[in-house]
């Protein structure tokens, strides 16, 4: 099991629009690529999106994130939500290994 933390930072002034479209477009389109959201959080400071997912094993990974990038239904959200410039300044991930059994479902 692995685990991915993603980060978001927003463009100035933009971290609701990114928040809302994680919420409408994001999360109900990751089952069905494979990807297991964990959770979903802000920052209280910045306001930046980090969510984690969960995948058996890095191939599982790679493949959900591809299929997820191949989505034309994602792709169509993203181009009508970004008409006005792009909403992500950057974007940081890591991924992530367990090494307490038992903690977070592992």
Not at 50 to 68: G, Q
Request: with cysteine.
């Amino acid at each position: 099991m692995l685990y991915e933390m993603r980060v978001y930072e927003h463009v100035e002034g933009c971290a609701d629009k990114v928040r809302q479209r994680f919420i409408d477009e994001v999360v109900p389109r990751l089952p069905q690529h494979g990807i297991e959201l964990v959770g979903v959080f802000t920052d209280a400071d910045s306001g930046m999106l980090t969510y984690l997912t969960r995948y058996e094993d890095e191939d599982a990974r790679d493949k959900a994130w591809a299929s997820f990038g191949g989505d034309e239904g994602w792709k169509a959200a993203k181009a009508a939500s970004e008409a006005d410039g792009p909403l992500i300044a950057k974007q940081r991930k890591t991924v992530l290994t367990p090494i307490v059994p038992g903690l977070l479902n592992c």
